[in-house]
């Protein structure tokens, strides 16, 4: 747990807005996986969307982790962090001809299809690389996984994966193609999942699918369970892990397979957090509010999700602007306030109706629980600049990623005039 004096000393050091990474409590999270599913042969393939850091991803790869990825830039970045060719799997609707060579050639451990039309155009790739391209299929359980509609992906109306009588008979095509080695099958039915039942329910049918094509002599290997446990952004009691493990291991008695779990909020979400300095403070009638110097850029959660992260406040500044008489307005501050950032959308926002003390210019605000889907989801909107990422190993602090320059929002840019 950082300090508050840590947290001081590195916003000097750094400056602004700044992700603060603890690489212990990634540790800690990594082994209760490991320790939970110890009783199978197993891979956490760690979903490098959350976080795709190369640091982060080194740091996994010391830990034995592999890495779901959905992107074959996703997948290069994994190698290039050291994670293991044989523990990359690659998910995702829409890769393209390039995308599924890329893959073929760097020879992971398998590709995950999501439609007839990718199976398809799979197989014709790896023909003409004469090459057999190892496989699995995502199947979509048509289970409801009650969270965020915007992360729930396990439902028949979600875009992911294929029903499990599609799938039944896209194995079977696969198993008597000279091109195609179904070696795996997946689900993956939402995130910030926060109830146990769905999963398991997802398995029980996805392990009957299993029996089935062992009968029609499909005989696979790997059982990718996803990922999507949620975390406690406040007070939500969570799914525990040692229970989690044990469920999915009922379903799958009498089979010999290898689970892959794709965790990614849970491996790195509460490791992270957004240091960020009061700009000012103000009040529109009946509103206040206190303006960051961080913003939906940096942190799209609040905005898209409606997400609601916890909130620290650290008083710095020595003395509260005295603001001249003529300008005073005379309604008392309200002790509740909106915290926004500087971009131009009514929808900036990273907290809302928080209690707060009066602010001045430069305090700081903590974000807590940002380690996930927070630097990985920031753009350059409003030329703004991509937060410096730092980690804290051993108590130690390291630059893992700069803070963007001008050049860098410029450079990619040609001029036509
Ligand atoms: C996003 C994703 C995950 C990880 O989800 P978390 O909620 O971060 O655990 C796992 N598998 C697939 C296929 C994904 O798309």
Redesign the pocket.
């Known amino acids: 747990m950082l300090t508050k004096e840590k947290f001081i000393e590195l916003s000097q050091k750094y400056s602004t807005p700044l992700y603060v990474y603890d690489f212990d409590i990634i540790k800690d999270n990594v082994n209760a996986f490991k320790k939970a599913f110890c009783a199978r042969k197993s891979i956490i393939?760690y979903?490098l969307?959350?976080n795709s850091n190369l640091s982060v991803l080194k740091y996994l790869s010391l830990l034995d982790c592999g890495c779901?990825c959905?992107s074959i830039n996703e997948v290069k970045r994994a190698i290039l962090a050291g994670i293991p060719k044989y523990k990359i799997i690659y998910?995702?609707v829409g890769k393209s001809e390039s995308d599924i060579k890329e893959a073929l050639n760097l020879d992971i451990l398998f590709i995950?299809l999501e439609s007839i039309e990718e199976m398809l155009k799979v197989e014709q790739i790896a023909k003409d690389m004469n090459k057999e391209a190892r496989i699995s299929i995502?199947v979509n359980p048509n289970i409801d996984a009650k969270t965020h509609p915007y992360?729930s992906?396990g439902l028949k109306e979600n875009k992911?994966g294929v029903d499990l009588d599609s799938a039944k008979k896209m194995y079977i095509y696969a198993n008597n193609s000279k091109y195609l080695l179904p070696i795996g099958i997946?689900f993956?039915i939402?995130?910030?999942?926060l109830e146990l039942e769905p999963l398991i329910l997802s398995a029980k049918k996805v392990v009957e699918l299993i029996w089935g094509l062992l009968a029609l002599k499909v005989d696979l290997k790997f059982i990718?369970i996803?990922?999507?446990?949620?975390i406690s952004y406040g007070n939500e009691e969570i799914i525990d892990l040692y229970s989690y493990a044990q469920g999915i291991l009922s379903t799958l008695s009498g089979l010999d397979l290898t689970i892959i779990c794709?965790?990614?909020?849970?491996?790195v979400?509460n490791a992270g957090s957004l240091v960020s300095s009061v700009l000012y403070e103000k009040q529109n009638e009946n509103k206040r509010f206190c303006i960051i110097d961080a913003a939906m850029n940096d942190l799209i959660r609040p905005s898209l999700y409606s997400a609601n992260h916890r909130v620290e406040f650290i008083k710095l500044a020595l003395t509260n602007i005295e603001i001249p008489p003529l300008l005073l307005d005379s309604t008392p501050l309200h002790s509740r306030a909106d915290i926004v950032g500087p971009i131009c959308e009514s929808g900036d926002y990273i907290a809302k109706n928080v209690e707060i003390p009066r602010m001045n210019s430069g305090d700081l605000v903590i974000i807590r629980d940002v380690g996930?889907?927070g630097f990985s989801m920031s753009s350059n909107y409003n030329s703004r600049f991509k937060c410096a990422e730092v980690a804290i190993i051993d108590s130690k602090d390291r630059l893992i990623r700069k803070r963007d320059d001008f050049n860098d929002l410029i450079s990619n840019e040609i001029e036509f005039l």
């Open positions: 393939c979903a969307k959350a779901d959905v998910s995702g995950n995502r992360i992906t992911f997946h993956h939402g995130s910030q999942l990718d996803g990922g999507g446990l949620g794709e965790p990614g909020r849970r491996i979400g996930a889907y």
